[in-house]
């Protein structure tokens, strides 16, 4: 640590960097959210109410019909079947499937930093075998590496959010005032 470093300069730039991780995983869950919107709005059939819990009031442990708003489906199958449906309308809409290894390392990955460093370390571990288990990603995460992460999602999200106009300009039973991330 730099000992002409305040330690107040150095919590906030700290803070600072914990805020880039936190924007980086608010636009994974953009990214999924989007994906959701334009499955929905692709399929005629959907309706606002398919939509839910965007608009319906409801109460755990009520049940609904499988939607791609509501499934379990996780981001690979999501953009899968997202690349699938704007392929024909436009492949340059296409979501590159990377950004799925990125999410799962941020949010399966173990991520720490050491008091005073301006980086974070983040690594993932395979399955036990013979107790042990393999580092499979180790990675210096700094400013830039999260940043470059980030807009590399957001890149993703301009294509989606390019699918949700042209969807929302074609499925006239879903509203014009379903959220647009």
Not at 27 to 37: G, K, Q, T, V
Not at 96 to 117: E, I, N
Not at 156 to 167: C, P, S
Request: proline letters at 5%; a negative charge; hydrophobic letters at 40%.
């Amino acid at each position: 640590m730099n000992e002409d470093v305040r330690p107040e300069d150095a919590y906030a730039a700290e803070i600072e960097r914990f805020t880039k991780l936190g924007e980086l995983i608010s636009s994974f869950h953009a990214l999924e959210l989007s994906l959701r919107l334009v499955l929905c709005r692709a399929d005629p059939s959907y309706s606002k109410v398919d939509l839910s819990p965007l608009y319906q009031p409801f109460d755990k442990g009520d049940w609904f019909q499988i939607t791609p708003f509501r499934s379990r489906a996780g981001l690979r199958e999501l953009i899968d079947d997202f690349n699938r449906t704007v392929q024909p309308i436009s492949p340059s809409w296409v979501v590159k499937k990377a950004v799925v290894d990125t999410r799962d390392l941020v949010a399966h990955g173990r991520v720490w930093g050491l008091k005073g460093q301006d980086s974070f370390v983040i690594a993932w571990f395979g399955k036990a075998s013979n107790g042990m288990v393999q580092a499979t990603h180790h990675e210096i995460m700094d400013d830039h590496w999260i940043l470059e992460r980030r807009f590399q999602v957001e890149d993703e999200l301009k294509k989606v959010d390019l699918a949700i106009a042209y969807f929302r300009d074609r499925s006239p039973n879903v509203a014009d005032d379903a959220i647009s991330p």
